[in-house]
């Protein structure tokens, strides 16, 4: 016979699995409320201090002539990744009306959450967002809707230090290492000569983010712009994508890239003498390292190649009761003037076709950030697709073992990654 | 009517126990429990076996029973069975080593050596020191040119420890078994006390050498802290996630430092699967007390 007290336990534990399935069971309503509310919002940005500033301008300028509609803008809530604090946030119905730092791969998932607005339902929201981005919105449909709008770039490119490339014998003002062979002899020389004790350092981490800096970008050079899905299929297991990994694979094993992380900015401290970075490492380097940029290599060494552009993207959430206010806002934040005040507070380029044109005096005043808006006009994003962080990871983990740790062949990972990575995304 | 009255206070007392304010000020423990552990892992239990994701308030989408396909689909996952591999490996090492040092070195500072406030600091340190900060310092010296690889000169292994798919989780395992030591010396410390003087003193009259004394009056004597620091580090070490996460890389190199732990938060968290990561907790959980039995039971029987 069961003992008083264990009975006890076991009904107050099936009380509380009862009442924990009855309660997730529920829910109810359509989960959307008017387009047409307008009032007070709140709105999140990162944490990064320039982008803090903007935004805290913008709110101001906004709240002097819309004293029924304040703004209040936040940084995003500390967690291990902004991910995961609006993950959290759409669960528990505490999203703002706007986050300002939303990354593609992210969106499939909120939509699924029923967290994110199609800005499409707004009169002018598709239109908004073509005529701003060009042909390059297609990229951006979630099941056929503008779930983001997208916001600015930071298109990757290859960081070098001078100083470095100059002891190993390499001429800094033009290195000549658009090509796969050149770039490796290239490297080669640096680790050889000693100037730096590796040629370059991508983080050898596992995040799901990390193919976007190694990987990734040379895989739309090299395609010329082909995202990993596409029609439902991974696109990566053809001559493209083993060029990409051969030629990562091939750095890995002559260790002209290590295979840790760095236990310090590898740059500043002259670890190595390449980083693929964008834009915002203009300002993080200016003090410490003299940088030059050049576009990534490709197998042919294309002069004009396409890169990865690393956008971050604003979105609306179904938890916003005054989507009104929040659609101006957002377009009042996004409009010629405020984007051409995102790059002088920043230097990270706005998404808009006419970039260069439009904000031709900022460019002239800062050459260093012209190579960058040169190559904000030839970029690739993240695919906008089901399970999008669970296909990134796993191409990841067999990109790990087979290119950065050689424990299986590089034909393996392309085949095996792309059936997985299919059967993900056809679910 | 004064047997119904008498039935009442009987039922109150039963409500009540005898003590009604000692059940008053331990209720807000009572709620503590409730909300923060039983309810999510009733929670926890209900997710594991539905086709479930996280949704905005309001959002009615369906989220049906699927029974253990949640439980099939993580037990044909290669990347899960290594992972429990991984914790078998972590555990072989971590717990006979955490006993056996926690217990020889809390009898060594018991026994009254020269600075044993200093060493008593020094152990407990660690523990008292936030993980991702002693991670920090332990790159430094495991890193491919890091200290100790210095010092080992040509001996130093290649691929080095945290990039080694064998010695990784072996680095792993003795970073907390460094880290957690001072807790259990202290616990042992602790237990130490308890044990008369008298039985050291006989067994030494009979003739017993220090070794002698050791196994048979000071093991025997801490047999119930055994326990407790077998079955607490058996839990730690299951639960292991800041380590693979932060000193392998993700739990690299290739996998090989994967935990179960490690696996929740990217099937769960990152890559909103809450459902087939419950199933991945609902084992873990099964694993860690069956484990916990075991070593409760082994102790009893010696």
């Known amino acids: 016979m069961m003992h008083p007290r264990l009975a006890g336990t076991a009904a107050l534990l099936t009380a509380v699995a009862l009442t924990a399935a009855c309660s997730s069971g529920g829910g109810g309503g359509d989960g959307g409320t008017s387009p047409s509310g307008t009032g007070p919002i709140t709105v999140w940005l990162s944490n990064n201090e320039q982008e803090v500033g903007w935004g805290q301008d913008v709110v101001d300028a906004w709240n002097a002539e819309h004293p029924d509609e304040e703004v209040t803008a936040q940084e995003i809530p500390a967690g291990s990744s902004s991910e995961e604090a609006i993950t959290a946030a759409i669960t528990a119905g505490t999203a703002p009306c706007l986050v300002y730092n939303i990354s593609s791969a992210a969106v499939p998932g909120w939509v699924r959450q029923g967290g994110l607005v199609n800005l499409s339902q707004f009169e002018d929201g598709a239109s908004y967002v073509e005529e701003r981005v060009g042909e390059g919105a297609q990229t951006y449909l979630t099941d056929d809707g503008y779930y983001q709008l997208p916001w600015k770039s930071n298109p990757v490119m290859v960081m070098y230090n001078k100083t470095v490339f100059e002891e190993a014998g390499i001429d800094p003002e033009n290195p000549d290492m658009a090509t796969y062979d050149d770039f490796l002899a290239g490297s080669r020389k640096i680790v050889e000569s000693g100037a730096a004790d590796s040629a370059i350092w991508p983080s050898p981490t596992n995040e799901f983010f990390q193919p976007w800096f190694d990987f990734y970008p040379l895989y739309l050079a090299e395609s010329g712009g082909t995202p990993l899905v596409e029609d439902q299929a991974a696109t990566f297991d053809d001559e493209n994508g083993r060029a990409v990994a051969d030629f990562w694979a091939t750095i890995y094993a002559e260790g002209l890239a290590p295979q840790e992380a760095s236990t310090d900015d590898a740059m500043s401290a002259g670890t190595t003498a390449m980083q693929l970075a964008g834009p915002w490492a203009i300002a993080s380097y200016a003090e410490s390292v003299d940088v030059g940029f050049m576009p990534v290599p490709t197998s042919d060494g294309e002069a004009e190649p396409v890169t990865f552009a690393d956008s971050k993207n604003v979105s609306m959430f179904t938890a916003c009761e005054n989507q009104a206010t929040a659609w101006e806002f957002l377009k009042f934040s996004t409009s010629e003037e405020s984007d051409g005040k995102l790059l002088e507070a920043t230097g990270q380029m706005p998404l808009r076709t006419d970039l260069a044109t439009t904000y031709a005096d900022y460019f002239a005043a800062n050459p260093s950030y012209e190579v960058f808006a040169d190559q904000a006009e030839r970029t690739g994003d993240v695919p906008s697709i089901p399970n999008s962080v669970e296909v990134w990871q796993a191409f990841r983990d067999a990109y790990s073992s087979a290119v950065i740790f050689g424990k299986t062949s590089v034909d393996e990972f392309l085949s095996g990654a792309a059936e997985t990575v299919t059967g993900l995304v056809q679910g | ?221 801490v047999r119930g802290t055994t326990v407790l620091v077998l079955v607490l580090a058996i839990i730690t070490g299951a639960n292991l996630f800041t380590e693979p996460y932060l000193l392998t890389n993700g739990g690299g190199p290739d996998g090989a430092s994967v935990t179960p732990v490690l696996l929740i938060y990217q099937r769960g968290i990152q890559q909103q699967n809450p459902d087939t990561a419950a199933a991945i907790g609902m084992l873990l959980v099964i694993v860690v007390g069956v484990l916990s039995l075991a070593a409760n039971r082994i102790n009893r029987e010696r």
Do not use: C
């Open chain 2, 1 to 221: 009517m004064s047997t119904a009255s008498a039935d009442l206070r009987t039922t109150r007392r039963r409500w009540w126990g005898r003590q009604p304010i000692g059940s008053l000020f331990a209720l807000p423990y009572l709620v503590f429990v409730v909300t923060i552990f039983a309810y999510p892992l009733g929670f926890a239990v209900w997710i594991a076996f539905h086709d479930y994701f996280f949704t905005a308030p309001g959002v009615d989408v369906p989220k049906p029973f699927v029974g253990f396909d949640n439980f099939a689909a993580v037990l044909t996952d290669p990347q899960v069975l290594e992972s429990f591999r991984n914790i078998g490996v972590f555990l072989v090492i971590n717990v006979p080593l955490t006993v056996v040092l926690s217990l020889v070195l809390a009898t060594a500072l018991d026994g009254g050596i020269r600075w044993a406030a200093g060493y008593r600091i020094a152990f407990y340190v660690p523990y008292l020191t936030a993980s991702v900060s002693l991670v920090g310092v332990w790159m430094l010296l495991f890193s491919s040119g890091g200290l100790v690889n210095s010092v080992l000169g040509p001996l130093a292994p290649d691929p080095s420890w945290l990039v080694n798919s064998s010695l990784a989780m072996p680095s792993i395992a003795l970073f907390v078994t460094w880290k957690q030591l001072g807790f259990y010396i202290l616990l042992y410390l602790a237990a130490l006390q308890g044990v008369p003087r008298e039985l050291h003193e006989s067994a030494e009259t009979d003739g017993a050498n220090a070794w002698q004394r050791f196994r048979n009056v000071t093991v025997p004597g």
